[in-house]
């Protein structure tokens, strides 16, 4: 059974430009959520999608959103970046109810120039 | 607000050397306490769910139990295969899928 992928795994960017990254879940799970991770605050919860509807979102500004297809695949896009946005993005898929588990990625790793 | 702060931050032990790592937790409302495993540069890794005070879990080497307050991860016996840094996170029980809160980690060093 495939696991979640992530692409692409490693990003160079500069200030003020955005990104997108690509999250495709494990097979019949429906539910994707995003999370950021940083030496300095750990893993905080970016938002979560199911069936193409965003169901929570984190304290995390306007600048970070996401949508998600009718195949489940999700996409998070980040825009205006900022120094402070170099992460680890990580993506889980879970089955629709709530209480997990949750499946993580691999990761894509940000870097802010 | 939920909170959980995961102690110790690092911890060094000897190939064979059991201990535990803590977590206490608070949260309106458990849904699920989760235990994953990350090595460096990777995605983490799931090790259990726990539900409700009372419960265990065990896998191989590693036992998890949850009170109302906080839970352990118990590792027996440690091979230097088992250095990672650990997490704790929970999923609080309110309308809708909420997502996880996640303790800063212990990252456990096992010793040949």
């Known amino acids: 059974k495939a696991g979640v992928t992530q692409t692409p795994r490693y990003l160079i960017k500069t200030r003020g430009q955005q990104v997108t990254l690509s999250c495709s879940p494990i097979s019949g799970h429906r539910s994707v959520s995003w999370y950021q991770q940083t030496p300095g605050q750990g893993l905080q919860f970016l938002f979560e999608?199911?069936?193409?509807?965003?169901?929570n979102k984190g304290n995390f500004p306007g600048r970070f959103s996401g949508r998600q297809f009718s195949n489940s695949r999700s996409e998070m896009n980040v825009s205006t970046l900022e120094l402070g946005d170099s992460a680890l993005y990580l993506c889980a898929s879970s089955l629709p109810w709530a209480g997990g588990p949750f499946v993580f990625g691999p990761g894509t790793r940000l870097l802010v120039l | 607000e939920d909170q959980v702060t995961q102690s110790p931050e690092a911890l060094r032990l000897q190939e064979g050397e059991s201990s535990s790592l803590n977590c206490s937790y608070t949260v309106s409302g458990l849904r699920g306490l989760f235990w994953y495993r990350q090595d460096p540069g990777k995605g983490p890794e799931f090790l259990f769910t726990l539900y409700s005070a009372g419960e265990e879990k065990e896998k191989e080497r590693l036992k998890a139990t949850l009170t109302k307050k906080e839970s352990f991860l118990h590792i027996t016996a440690p091979k230097p295969e088992d250095s990672a840094t650990y997490l704790c996170?929970?999923?609080?029980?309110?309308?809708?899928?909420?997502?996880?809160?996640f303790g800063k980690g212990t990252h456990l060093i096992i010793q040949p």
């Open positions: 999608y199911f069936s193409e509807t965003q169901r």
């Open positions: 996170a929970v999923q609080a029980e309110r309308g809708g899928a909420d997502g996880l809160t």
